[in-house]
C-alpha cells in the first residue's frame, strides 16, 4: 500500500534563503498529509506508522545534526519550525531591497518576486520619522562594502539604525587597529626614508673660501 503513495521531496532549501519559510510550510504540509494517507492505508493491518523515520529520511543530510537527538516526531517538527518560521524582520527587510531583476525575467515575474518578498516582511503604521529611521538603516545595511559584516547585522532581529550603526563600529574598529599596527611595523613611514635616503649637501662654495678671523 505505501507504494502507491508520493512520498515527500527532500527538504533541501537553506533556512535563510528567500521564500525558505514558505518552501518549508509546503513541505511539512506534504509530509503530514502522506503520514494521515499512510494511517489510513494501514488502519485495517498496523496503524502504527514509524513518522519520526519517515520525516528524517526526507531531509537533506545536511539538516540531520538538527534533529539527530530529538526523541520523536514532534520534537524535530518544533526544531524545524523554529530554523525556518524565525522572523527577522531586518532580514526579510534586507532580501526586499537587495532584490534585482535577474538575466531574462521579465517586469511582471519582476514585480511579483518583489511582492513575494514584500509578505514576508513585518510592516506597521509609524509616525515619519519613524519610517525614515527604518529606511535609512535598510539601505545602510544593504550598501555596506563588508559581506561579513552585513551578515553579523542581518542576523539581529530588532536593530534600528542606532544600534547598527554601534554594532558596526565594534565590529570594524579592532580590524582598523591592527591593519595600522601591521601597516607601522611592516613600512617606516615615508618621511624617514626620504631623509636616510637623500645625499649629503655639499657644503657652499663660498662658505669654503671664508677664511676664519
Known amino acids: ?9 527532500e527538504l533541501s532549501v537553506e533556512s535563510e534563503a528567500p521564500g525558505a519559510a514558505r518552501v518549508f510550510a509546503f513541505w511539512l504540509r506534504t509530509v503530514e498529509d502522506f503520514l494521515s494517507s499512510l494511517r489510513e492505508f494501514r488502519a485495517e493491518e498496523d ?27 514532534d520534537e524535530i517538527v518544533d526544531i524545524l519550525k523554529r530554523l525556518y518560521l524565525k522572523q527577522n524582520n531586518v532580514h526579510a527587510r534586507h532580501l526586499l531591497v537587495s532584490r534585482k531583476q535577474t538575466p531574462g525575467e521579465s517586469i511582471s515575474e519582476y514585480l511579483q518576486a518583489l511582492k513575494i518578498l514584500a509578505k514576508e516582511c513585518s510592516f506597521t ?41 554601534e554594532l ?42 671664508r677664511k676664519p678671523l
Open 125 to 165: 503604521e509609524v509616525s515619519a520619522n519613524a519610517y525614515r529611521e527604518e529606511l535609512t538603516r535598510d539601505f545602510f545595511i544593504n550598501g555596506l562594502a563588508s559581506s561579513s559584516v552585513r551578515q553579523r547585522l542581518l542576523e539581529k532581529d530588532d536593530l534600528t539604525l542606532v544600534q547598527a550603526y
Open 47 to 73: 496503524p502504527q506508522v514509524n513518522a519520526q523515520g519517515i520525516i528524517v529520511s526526507c531531509l537533506s543530510p545536511a539538516f540531520f545534526p538538527y534533529v539527530e537527538d530529538a526523541a520523536g516526531y
Open 168 to 209: 558596526l563600529t565594534v565590529l570594524i574598529m579592532p580590524n582598523v587597529k591592527l591593519s595600522r599596527s601591521a601597516e607601522r611595523r611592516c613600512c617606516p613611514r615615508p618621511r624617514q626614508v626620504l631623509l636616510s635616503n637623500q645625499p649629503r649637501k655639499k657644503p657652499c662654495q663660498a662658505t669654503l673660501l
Open 1 to 9: 500500500m505505501e507504494r502507491q503513495l508520493l512520498r515527500p521531496k
